[in-house]
């Protein structure tokens, strides 16, 4: 199964597709964590990347397609997968067709997780990540045993630089004004499912689960 999972930053997304990906024994493949990765390992793509990444901006296409295609091109994809990230336009969804349709593979589904402002601003102002592992942690909804320290690997925990509040507003506006388009591409195409994502992560991933099993 080939799900894309959407939703503005602070939805979930990242968690509930970690989850789905143990669940369902899909690849979980993430955009905003594969550019991590090359950030932090100084990659000729990393260093084009990063300015982007910071002000809470739209990596440019070409970059980010070269990125997917190589990930597509691992071994794990095959059994199917998690798209987290990506697309965020209408023009990367077209992109990703095309990619895929090389590959003789389509979307099954595509999850659009539904969220208020308010929620998301509390999320995200709280949301801890690990350095080491990627792990996600929340100060007041999802606390580490200790403090600062990652409960899965021992690394240390931090908050992501576009985690701040001001970047989180222009994140959810350059959301809002790209998602129209792709939800409209998504609902025509038949395969959009939208979800409430406010409740609790184990409620949402119950939802998600069922409709995924549904569909397979
Ligand atoms: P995320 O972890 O999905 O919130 O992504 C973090 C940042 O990575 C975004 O604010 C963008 O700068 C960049 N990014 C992630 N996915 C994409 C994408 N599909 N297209 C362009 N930029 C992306």
Do not use: W
Request: overall charge positive; glycine content about 8%.
């Amino acid at each position: 199964m080939r799900i894309v999972l959407l939703g503005p930053p602070g939805a979930g997304k990242g968690t509930q597709a970690k989850a789905m990906a143990g669940e369902l024994k899909l690849a979980h493949i993430s955009t905003g964590d594969l550019l991590r990765q090359n950030v932090a390992q100084a990659t000729k793509l990393g260093l084009e990347a990063k300015d982007y990444m910071n002000k809470g901006l739209l990596v440019p296409d070409s970059l980010v397609t070269m990125m997917l295609e190589d990930r597509f091109g691992q071994a794990d994809v095959k059994n199917g997968f998690i798209l987290d990230g990506y697309p965020r336009t209408l023009n990367q969804a077209k992109t990703l067709d095309a990619i895929l349709a090389r590959r003789a593979m389509k979307i099954d589904v595509v999850f659009d997780l539904d969220s208020s402002e308010a929620v998301i601003v509390q999320r995200l102002s709280g949301r801890l990540v690990c350095r080491k592992c990627g792990a996600l942690f929340h100060r007041t909804n999802m606390p580490p045993k200790r403090e600062g320290v990652c409960d899965q690997c021992g690394g240390q925990l931090y908050q992501r630089d576009d985690d701040k509040e001001a970047t989180i507003k222009k994140r959810l506006a350059v959301y809002r004004s790209e998602v129209a388009a792709l939800l409209e591409y998504y609902r025509t195409a038949g395969i959009l499912t939208t979800i409430s994502a406010d409740d609790d992560a184990a409620v949402v991933l119950k939802k998600i689960i069922q409709k995924a099993r549904s569909i397979k």
